[in-house]
T-cell receptor, first 111, second 107 residues
């Protein structure tokens, strides 16, 4: 039981490049989330998916898109990366009792 | 707007010196108050959920309590391995996180 897995662990992009962050969970959870964590800002919700086939914006969705590929997988796409998107990105999943289980994170630097 | 505030931002303790971390919240229709532990370079690890005022949960040296406005994470006789950042979060429509308390326990 791997829990929540994320790939890649580290990534460096140049301004304007695109990339997709991958997330998968094996706990049969309905809900999945993408957060970013920045010093002094805490964890902020980018997008979430309450169930397979649905996605909704969170607090900071600008510059991002998501796809809930199936119940296990939820990807985050940066279409044209900007230095302001330098951050640590966490994926999480939750059962109906709301506690969230987090992946190990992706450390993204945009130069 | 939901808000969660943690204090202090950083706390240094000697091994064995008990203390408490505070989490003040204003969350509309609270559906749970959550505590997480985060080690450097890792994702947050779920510790506790509290649902109603007066509720308490314990795990080893940690005990979480909840009132109508605050939650406390009590650490009894901490050890160096308890050093981490502790996050609390309140669930209304979504989960709102506080900024965390960085705990350092010296031997």
């Amino acid at each position: 039981n791997a829990g929540v897995t994320q790939t890649p662990k580290f990534q460096v992009l140049k301004t304007g490049q695109s990339m997709t962050l991958q997330c998968a969970q094996d706990m049969n959870h309905n809900s999945m989330y993408w957060y970013r964590q920045d010093p002094g800002m805490g964890l902020r919700l980018i997008y979430y998916s309450a169930s397979e086939g649905t996605t909704d914006k969170g607090e900071v969705p600008n510059g991002y898109n998501v796809s809930r590929l199936n119940k296990r997988e939820f990807s985050l796409r940066l279409e044209s990366a900007a230095p302001s998107q330098t951050s640590v990105y966490f994926c999480a999943s939750s059962p109906q009792t709301y506690e969230q289980y987090f992946g190990p994170g992706t450390r993204l630097t945009v130069t | 707007e939901d808000q969660v505030t943690q204090s202090p931002e950083a706390l240094r303790l000697q091994e064995g010196e008990s203390s408490s971390l505070n989490c003040s919240y204003t969350v509309s229709g609270l559906r749970g108050l959550f505590w997480y532990r985060q080690d450097p370079g890792k994702g947050p690890e779920f510790l506790f959920t509290l649902y109603s005022a007066g509720e308490e949960k314990e795990k080893e040296r940690l005990k979480a309590t909840l009132t109508k406005k605050e939650s406390f994470l009590h650490i009894t006789a901490p050890k160096p391995e308890d050093s981490a950042t502790y996050l609390c979060a309140g669930r209304g429509n979504m989960l709102t996180f506080g900024g965390g308390t960085r705990l350092m326990v010296k031997p």
